[in-house]
């Protein structure tokens, strides 16, 4: 009976998927053979034989090694050679690891959750120093890192006490090359075109190209070492999409049954545009003496990104401006357990529109490390300067069918529906492409509207750590002992000006400013016009006015928040051994003091905007414990203990906020940020099982505990406004405030399987094939109150119960293929939405897979010479959100397959 429980116990932690499945045949027939290979093995023989790794292979058994002789839990991804980690994209290597999900951002991988929390509680480090962002938080984007410029990247799943910028789920390393550890001089070059299966739409083209060069090399007796890099990539922006407006509510429309969930709009676009991104690496190293190493890294990115949604759009909720001639009315309807799902339609006005995006971001980061060796202690003191900056605009301008007095044409039936896993389908009786019948004049949504969010985010930071040994009498537990301090500061700045557009007349846009028409006919809403969105509203439009005043919005989104961090930390280091075990690892501790603060502006009840200054300080002890025992044939056991801390989002820090009194009930109430928030606080327990087969190949079995003392959460609080009611008719001071909170956290926990084996173990007969596998199961017990009317109460946000990653390949004699896809279930991811700010939605599971085959030339003339065809999101997988229940449809959308096609060289 208590083994049916166990057995029961187990399938519950870790679901026995197709994948887990395979493992467990896997770690099943690798034992036999293992063994047999061990007693039949002849003795050597006089005359030594090299085996020279290369290519996929020796990306990977240089992975298992980080990871076999670490003292935490770690995945790591290694590069397979000079500029060629695994994956097109950096995001994608990371993805593949256990326990880590990717989600996608415009068809590619962009932020990263750690074991089922989103990307909020990890960081991310470039050599070992905290990176700044791009976005109104802290998690970094990593399409902005090249990863032709990677040489590794490791996942910390626990911390230590000597790690600096430590997140709650896990930490990220990116690491470039150290040029003193090469045995000579290296060149290598790359370059790839790509195509999308999806076609030219409007300007943009179908086709891209991305290129590389890498040079590495050692002077001066191999005491200077220079490493530099360069990675240039064009690539287009394309994509079919639908999208219904949120949220579904129970509003009351004419035809509806009373009590429906409805939607109050649906519209399809296409998406045009191009991504150009630049990335620069330098490493300087120098080593006069083995008592001294300096070593100065630097990074740079340029990265701009210009699309426009060509699209056709109709409001469903009886909205039509100031055009009514008729009114709205449903004439069918088509009604499935409460929720429309679409129907026909008269009295309703759609128009075209134009929207444009353009967004210039800048990374730069320059870290200096300097190592002294005196003997017996070591001295690190360490440097950082890290900046981002981004520049958007967006511009919006809508195209409508109008009366020659004016007014908008009413659409005599509109057809619409919308479904889970397809396209929504949106078309009317008349025709929207001819561009000389559509004029640029007031449209029910006026004229069009702009924003344009300025963000700069800079840190500077200092590290001095000092090694020293043990006392004699603990030489025989400790190796040594690790001291250090490290203080950051770090400043986000954020401006987003916005406002209306206006113009005089109603002029249909003139020829010149016309790209080719976009077919929608993928929702059925036929051929619609694109054009040249900024010169539109240059030609026809007033001068775009920015002020704040009467502008809320505007001024409760700029703010500057600041943070002094100053950590101290101790981390023994245990190298010991217990009767035939050997032990290894650490215990230590941080001590952390964090002053948090920010200016910002308030919108009192007139809209006129006040300055706001406020902030804390506190104080956090983290104690971690790292255990890894080594067994017999080849296996390690690894325990972790530690208490964590996630810092709130920087955007939820700001002190600005938006004040208003109600004219019906007089009551005051406000929303905005909290600079008096405490970070997310957490204790952890991890331990993990791994069998190794020398470097070759591993299998790891990991469970992981975290008690989350501490969660924050969006809602409302009765607040005083006595500060701000004064002069009002506000009838009391007392009033809800709505912003981020600290509330009561919970327990996540989970379980992870992963398999990196070459076949050749299991039998000769398949010398050159291998796999990577792994499934991991998380669940919560954490519940997150409501965030908005859209999806209601929310699991985790990033949490998907469960994610598998497969890759399967075939290497030997220069020839190599690789196909791989990873699987997560559903989750509620933080989308962009159409002001620009933070919305969470659910987002359904995908499974893309990606393909890639070439050849390599290892003598002759063409030695060094590759050739390489990939295949990415082979089955061209949806992107897809909803609301609250699956069949009210947010958004569906197809990115195309790419495929690349190129050539690497390295000499």
């Not at 959750?113 to 970094?140: C, H, K, M, W």
């Not at 064009?234 to 939607?263: K, M, N, R, W």
């Not at 249909?508 to 016309?514: G, N, P, R, V």
């Not at 603060?597 to 706001?612: E, F, R, T, W």
Request: charged letters at 20%; a neutral charge; hydrophobic letters at 35%.
């Amino acid at each position: 009976m208590q083994l049916n429980q166990s057995r029961r116990g187990l399938q519950a932690a870790l679901p026995l998927s197709p994948v887990a499945a395979a493992c467990a045949v896997l770690i099943s027939a690798l034992s036999a053979p293992v063994h047999a290979t061990a007693a039949d093995t002849p003795q050597a023989s006089d005359a030594p034989t090299t085996v020279v790794v290369a290519g996929i292979r020796r990306g990977i058994e240089d992975a298992i090694s980080v990871k076999k002789d670490a003292t935490s839990i770690v995945e790591t991804i290694s590069a397979e050679d000079i500029g060629k980690l695994p994956d097109v994209s950096i995001a994608e290597s990371i993805a593949r690891l256990p326990g880590l999900a990717a989600q996608r951002v415009a068809g590619r991988a962009q932020v990263i959750s750690i074991r089922g929390l989103s990307p909020d509680f990890a960081t991310t480090l470039l050599n070992g120093r905290e990176q700044v962002s791009t976005g109104d938080n802290r998690s970094v984007e990593f399409d902005q890192y090249p990863s032709e410029l990677l040489s590794a990247v490791t996942i910390y799943k626990t911390p230590d006490a000597g790690l600096i910028g430590q997140g709650l789920s896990g930490t990220i390393d990116m690491q470039t090359v150290r040029p003193l550890a090469f045995s000579g001089r290296t060149f290598s070059v790359n370059a790839r075109g790509e195509k999308n299966s999806l076609g030219k739409i409007a300007n943009a083209k179908d086709t891209g190209h991305r290129v590389s060069a890498s040079y590495i090399d050692q002077f001066a007796n191999r005491t200077v070492g220079v490493a530099l890099g360069i990675a240039h990539l064009e690539s287009p922006i394309l994509d079919h999409e639908t999208g219904t407006y949120e949220p579904f509510s129970q509003s009351a429309v004419s035809g509806v049954p009373a009590g429906t969930y409805i939607t109050a709009g649906v519209k399809s676009l296409a998406k045009s545009g191009v991504l150009k991104r630049t990335g620069l690496i330098g490493v300087l190293e120098y080593r006069p003496s083995k008592m001294w190493t300096s070593t100065l890294d630097v990074f740079a990115s340029e990265f701009k990104q210009v699309d426009t949604n060509n699209q056709f759009e109709v409001n469903l909720g009886g909205y039509n401006g100031s055009n009514n001639p008729v009114g709205f009315n449903y004439q069918t309807v088509n009604v499935v357990n409460g929720t429309l799902l679409g129907g026909t339609a008269t009295g309703a006005y759609p128009l075209v529109r134009g929207q444009y995006n353009n967004r210039k971001d800048q990374i730069r980061t320059a870290g200096w490390a300097n190592r002294f060796n005196f003997g017996s202690w070591t001295l690190l003191a360490d440097a950082n300067y890290s900046r981002a900056k981004r520049d958007e605009t967006y511009l919006e301008n809508n195209l409508q069918l109008q009366t020659a007095t004016g007014g908008a044409y009413n659409d005599p039936l509109m057809t619409v529906g919308w479904k889970t896993g397809d396209f929504a389908t949106i078309h009317g009786t008349l025709d929207y492409s001819d561009p000389t019948k559509l004029l640029t004049g007031n449209s029910i949504y006026g004229y069009g509207s702009t924003y344009s969010p300025h963000l700069v985010d800079t840190m500077k930071s200092f590290k001095l750590v000092a090694t020293v040994p043990v006392p004699d009498a603990l030489e025989s537990v400790f190796h040594n002992v690790d001291v250090g301090v490290n203080h950051s500061n770090r400043t986000k700045t954020k401006r987003q000006p916005s406002g209306q557009l206006f113009a005089k007349g109603n002029p249909t846009i003139s020829s010149d400013l016309l790209y080719a028409p976009v077919d929608l006919g993928f929702a059925g809403s036929g051929i619609v016009p694109s054009w040249n969105v900024p010169a539109v509203i240059a030609k026809y439009f007033d001068p775009i006015n920015y002020s704040l005043a009467n502008n809320a919005g505007t001024i409760s989104r700029a703010w500057d928040v600041t943070e002094k961090i100053t950590t101290g930390f101790v981390r023994a280091n245990l190298d010991s051994d217990l009767g035939g075990v050997s032990l290894r690892g650490n215990v230590g501790a941080q001590l952390v003091h964090t002053n948090q603060s920010s200016d910002s502006l308030y919108a009192d009840n007139g809209g006129v905007a006040h300055p706001i200054s406020d902030g804390k300080s506190y104080n956090d002890v983290l104690p971690s414990v790292n255990l890894a025992f080594g067994l017999a044939n080849d296996q390690t056991l690894r325990v972790s203990l530690a208490k964590q801390i996630a810092r709130p989002r920087v955007d939820q820090l700001n002190a600005g906020f938006n004040f208003t009194v109600d004219t019906g009930t007089r009551l005051p109430s406000g929303s905005g940020g909290n600079t008096k928030l405490d970070p997310w606080k957490a204790k952890a327990f991890d331990i993990s099982w791994e069998k190794y087969f020398a470097k070759k190949g591993y299998v790891a079995l990991a469970g992981f505990y975290k008690k989350l003392d501490t969660y924050i959460y969006t809602f409302s609080e009765t607040r005083d406004f006595s500060q701000y009611t004064a002069g009002t008719i506000a009838i009391t001071n007392q009033g809800q405030y709505t912003t981020a909170y600290n509330g009561n956290g919970g327990i996540l926990k989970g379980a992870e399987l992963s398999v990196s084996v070459p076949f050749d173990m299991l039998t000769p007969a398949l010398d050159g094939f291998g796999v990577l596998a792994s499934t991991s199961y998380t669940e919560s017990h954490i519940d997150i109150k409501e965030v908005n009317s859209t999806i209601g109460k929310i699991p985790l946000p990033g949490l998907s119960r469960n994610v598998t990653n497969l890759t399967l390949y075939y290497e030997k004699a220069g020839f190599s293929t690789r196909v791989s896809t990873r699987k997560r279930s559903d989750y509620v991811g933080e989308i962009g939405n159409f002001a620009g700010d933070r919305q969470l939605r659910y987002v359904v599971g995908d499974s893309p897979v990606d393909f890639q085959i070439g050849y390599t030339f290892n003598e002759g003339a063409y030695k060094g010479l590759g050739v390489l065809l990939q295949v990415n999101n082979l089955t061209n997988e949806a992107y897809e959100t909803y609301a609250n229940s699956k069949d009210r449809q947010l958004e569906y959308a197809k990115y195309g397959r790419t495929v690349l096609f190129g050539l690497n060289y390295k000499f």
